[in-house]
């Protein structure tokens, strides 16, 4: 079963949702990858204010490649989710509530999602002409000069995610090694 939502993402919207759960996000979202994220810390290290509010905003790690000829937006596939890991607990700290990316996050990251009660969503590597196709309109807001890496603000429908880390720091990818291992050391017994 796929549980729709949309943003923006208040904690009360997203606190019942569990690790492995299928959602269909629809709204408004934003999309960011490393080279803006170092801006974006740079201005929260020097306090300056953000080019958005991310206060219960959502950050999709995407750098879409250009529109063909009647599309909104080319493709958009997820960015590796790691390569934001050092910049993410200070965004989730002002306020940001769900990160979207593929692969697995580090500790600090996990840590920072349980006490600010974020989540974090997969998005299907090698499915971006699908994502795409849930991309209703994207605009660049901030950091034009990055071209692909430019902050855009998107609009969303039914775009399909899978909560990975849940805001009580359920892992997914953690859960599934121990079910397999659990299974595996079953079936050889």
Do not use: C, W
């Not at 989710?81 to 607990?89: A, E, N, Q």
């Amino acid at each position: 079963m796929e549980i729709k939502i949309n943003t923006p993402l208040t904690y009360e919207k997203i606190r019942d949702l569990k690790a492995g759960d299928n959602i269909l996000l629809s709204g408004v979202i934003y999309t960011a990858r490393d080279a803006a994220h170092k801006r974006l810390v740079e201005l929260i290290d020097n306090g300056l204010d953000l080019p958005i509010n991310i206060k219960d905003e959502t950050i999709y790690y995407v750098g879409p490649t250009p529109a063909k000829e009647g599309q909104v937006i080319g493709s958009a596939g997820p960015t590796t989710s790691y390569r934001m890991d050092s910049y993410s607990p200070k965004l989730l700290d002002l306020g940001l509530k769900v990160m979207i990316g593929k692969g697995d996050r580090n500790e600090e990251v996990i840590k920072s999602i349980i006490k600010n009660k974020a989540i974090y969503l997969g998005a299907i590597g090698g499915a971006a002409a699908l994502i795409s196709k849930t991309i209703i309109s994207s605009e660049i807001i901030a950091y034009e000069d990055l071209g692909a890496e430019a902050i855009r603000r998107m609009k969303v429908k039914d775009m399909p995610l899978t909560v990975i880390i849940d805001t009580k720091g359920n892992n997914l990818y953690k859960k599934g090694q121990e079910e397999y291992l659990n299974f595996k050391s079953e079936k050889q017994s």
